[in-house]
């Protein structure tokens, strides 16, 4: 958890999530489960929902010279 380690009952924290959208082009969804001891609800499942795209620069770790999209130099350069 980014805003603490510990929450009091009925406080409110914030949870960062990072989504690998490498090979993902439009809508994707993802789920989430965040684990607490509440016996109410000890697992919620939240669903993240995103628009990947694609950007106009490739970069040469990513992409290799032959994986490159028409346009793109394999350095990262746009070669419009």
């Known amino acids: 958890m980014i805003s603490s380690d510990h929450?009091?009952?009925?406080?409110i924290g914030r949870v960062k999530v990072t989504v690998a959208t490498i090979n993902s082009n439009g809508p994707l969804s993802?789920?989430?489960?965040?684990?607490?001891n509440d016996?109410?609800?000890?697992?919620?499942?939240?669903?993240?929902?995103?628009n990947v795209v694609l950007s106009d620069v490739v970069l040469k770790d990513v992409a290799p010279k032959d994986?490159?999209?028409?346009?793109?130099?394999?350095k990262g350069?746009?070669?419009k």
């Open 30 to 36: 993802k789920h989430i489960s965040i684990y607490s």
């Open 67 to 74: 994986m490159a999209p028409k346009g793109v130099a394999s």
């Open 7 to 11: 929450l009091d009952p009925g406080a």
């Open 39 to 50: 016996r109410i609800t000890p697992v919620l499942t939240v669903e993240v929902t995103l």
């Open 77 to 79: 350069v746009a070669t």
